[in-house]
C-alpha cells in the first residue's frame, strides 16, 4: 500500500564504484522527483520527470542519470560514487503541487 | 530562481507555548506556499499549504499565514506537544518558467520540551 517506495532504505559502498536506487509509486502521479538531503537537511531537487520526460536537470554531476521507464518508476543510477555523495537521497511524486516522498536512500560511501 | 530563507534554523520551546517560523521568498510571482514537516529519520509530509489568493489558513493546531507584499509567510503551531519536534520546512513554488517547481528552505529544527 506504500504510495511511493524506494529501495533500497541503506545503500553503503566504496568510492568509485556504480549503484543504483529505484523508485516506484501507484498513485498515478504525472511528475516524480529526485531530492538530495544532505547532513545539514538542506532538501536540493536534482532532477524531475513528467511523463517519462526530464523536465528538470539542476547543476548535477553527469555521474548522476535519471531513468524513467515508464510514468510510475524513476530510478537513479549513480557512476564512480565520490564520498560527497553521501546523503540521504529521496524520491517524490506529485500532480500538481502537494509532493509525496519516498522513505530515503541513506547513501554511505567509504 | 527563487531565493527562500527560513528563520530560525533551530527553535526551543516549552510544551504548551506557540511556535512561529517565517519563510521569505524573492520571486513575487509564487502562488503555492506550503509547510513540510520532518520527524527524525522519516521522509518529509505536507502539513499545511495556503495559495496566493488567501490570507491565512488554519488546521487544528497548525496555521499558515501570506504576506505577499512583503513576500513572506509564516508556519504557527499552537499549543506545542512533543510529537511536535521535526525539522520543517517551507517551500514556495515560483511563478513561471524553471521556477515552477518547490524550493525548499534550509529548514527548522523545533524541539518541544516536555
Known amino acids: 500500500d506504500t504510495a511511493v517506495s524506494q529501495t533500497p532504505k541503506y545503500l553503503v559502498t566504496q568510492m568509485g564504484n556504480d549503484k543504483s536506487i529505484k523508485c516506484e509509486q501507484n498513485?498515478?502521479?504525472?511528475?516524480m522527483y529526485w531530492y538530495k538531503q544532505d547532513s545539514k537537511k538542506f532538501l536540493k531537487i536534482m532532477f524531475s520527470y513528467n511523463n517519462k520526460e526530464l523536465i528538470i536537470n539542476e547543476t548535477v554531476p553527469n555521474r548522476f542519470s535519471p531513468k524513467s521507464p515508464d510514468k510510475a518508476h524513476l530510478n537513479l543510477h549513480i557512476n564512480s560514487l565520490e564520498l560527497g555523495d553521501s546523503a540521504v537521497y529521496f524520491c517524490a511524486s506529485s500532480n500538481g503541487e502537494k509532493l509525496f516522498f519516498g522513505s530515503g536512500t541513506q547513501l554511505s560511501v567509504l | 530562481g527563487e531565493n527562500v530563507e527560513q528563520h530560525p534554523s533551530t527553535l526551543s520551546v516549552q510544551e504548551g507555548d506557540s511556535a512561529v517560523i517565517k519563510c521569505t521568498y524573492s520571486d513575487s510571482a509564487s502562488n503555492y506556499f506550503p509547510w513540510y514537516k520532518q520527524e527524525l529519520g522519516k521522509r518529509p509530509q505536507l502539513i499545511i499549504d495556503?495559495?496566493?489568493?488567501?490570507g491565512e489558513k488554519k488546521d487544528q493546531r497548525i496555521a499558515v499565514t501570506l504576506n505577499k507584499t512583503a513576500k513572506h509567510f509564516s508556519l504557527h503551531i499552537t499549543e506545542t506537544q512533543p510529537e511536535d519536534s521535526a525539522v520543517y520546512f517551507c517551500?514556495?513554488?515560483?511563478?513561471?518558467?524553471?521556477?515552477?517547481?518547490?524550493?525548499f528552505g534550509s529548514g527548522t529544527q523545533l524541539t518541544v520540551l516536555p
Open positions: 495556503i495559495r496566493s489568493n488567501v
Open positions: 517551500a514556495p513554488k515560483g511563478g513561471a518558467g524553471s521556477a515552477r517547481q518547490l524550493t
Open positions: 498513485l498515478g502521479h504525472d511528475t
